[in-house]
């Protein structure tokens, strides 16, 4: 619990950091985050059955890959690429415990959790980055007449 309680709190850090600093693709990015985690964390909640459970997260990973793959390839930023990149890794988790079914379990929550954190940062640190180059860009660009 005490988990879920601190992953809410740094993914609502995040949010207001991207809202507020993030752009159209830092608006769109932490919209999408936000609506990927609630309909996750309504199947966590609403589905007792574990192997339907299953397959429904399986679901809105494969959906939050498609949505964060198509941030990529729209947006002008470089961040977007390693979030998709670190979702299908998330995806390939899920895939490979039906492939290997013994690593249901602990092992499996930590597989498709891990990445979470790393996702997080990206979009942070990305935008932070995505910032520091548009306020060199200005800085060169108001300058260029300058002698």
Known sequence: MITTIAYCAVLSAT???L???GGKTGQWGGSLLL???LLALIVALAI???RTRIWMMTSVDVFSLGW???LAIW???RWPIWVAGFQLNVVAAHFSIWLVPSWRGEL???MITVWA???LLAMVIGTLLDQRHEKRVRAADSGAGTI
Do not use: E, V, W
């Open 117 to 119: 954190i790393p996702t």
């Open 108 to 110: 499996y929550y930590a």
């Open 19 to 21: 809202a507020t600093y």
């Open 48 to 50: 007792d059955d574990g």
């Open 75 to 77: 947006s002008t930023r």
């Open 35 to 37: 609506g990927t985690y």
């Open 68 to 70: 964060k793959f198509a």
């Open 15 to 17: 949010l207001a950091y």
